[in-house]
Each structure stands twice: as structure tokens, then as C-alpha cells.
């Protein structure tokens, strides 16, 4: 599976900003698609996953504030990012797992190259 992100960069506090994948490959239904960032000076953590079939699930410090979504027709993912806060700054990874559980868990097979969200105070 190969990953493409776009759409990082700097914003206000309480801003919003929105980040797309476009996901290619084969065996791509076989995957749960995801977010995973990692802060500054720390390790990587899951953001947000979205199956192929089945609910969506958020890490506790983004759920409400932000959104994961897919188009098939064009296998993109996208991740819609509101009310952001300064402790949201992190490289975000487009990624993807044979299980939801393992991004959740900040962990993948295959990851995108990364997109820089900084959020000043």
C-alpha cells in the first residue's frame, strides 16, 4: 500500500485545518486506514481509524474535535481537524494496518511520508 498525504501546516489556536491521504495498491480493502502523528520530542500515537466496513474510532484527545472520512471512488482519506490546540502540533502520518486496533496503538504496515500541523497559541 502506497500513501500520499497533503494539506498540513500552521495555524491559531482554535483554528481548523484538513489533511488528505490518497491511498493506492492492491489488497487495499484488506486495510483499516488511518491517522497516526507523533509530537515533538515524543512517540507516535494513534489519531483516528476508519475500516473498510464498520464504525470509525478516535483517540481520546481528538475525540469531538476532529473527523475521519474516506471516498472510495477515489480512495482518499481525509481527516478533518477543528478546535485545534497547540499540544495538537505533530507530524501526521497517512497509515495503514491489517488491524484498526495496531494505528489506534500507533502502529502500521505502511505509512505515508508525513505532513507537518503546527498550532501556535
Known amino acids: 500500500v502506497q500513501l500520499v498525504e497533503s494539506g498540513g501546516g500552521s495555524v491559531q489556536a482554535g483554528g481548523s485545518l484538513k489533511l488528505s491521504c490518497v491511498a493506492s495498491g492492491s489488497g487495499l480493502t484488506s486495510y483499516c486506514l488511518g491517522w497516526i502523528r507523533q509530537p515533538p520530542r515524543q512517540g507516535r500515537e494513534g489519531v483516528a481509524t476508519i475500516p473498510t466496513s464498520g464504525a470509525t474510532t478516535y483517540a481520546a484527545y481528538v475525540k469531538g474535535r476532529f473527523t475521519i472520512s474516506k471516498n472510495n471512488a477515489n480512495n482518499t482519506l481525509y481527516l478533518q481537524m477543528n478546535a485545534l490546540k497547540p499540544e495538537d502540533t505533530a507530524l501526521y502520518y497517512c497509515?495503514?494496518?491489517?488491524?484498526?486496533?495496531?494505528?489506534?496503538?500507533?502502529?502500521?504496515?505502511?505509512w505515508g511520508q508525513g505532513t507537518q500541523v503546527t498550532v501556535s497559541s
Open positions: 497509515a495503514a494496518a491489517r488491524r484498526c486496533y495496531d494505528l489506534i496503538q500507533g502502529k502500521a504496515d505502511s
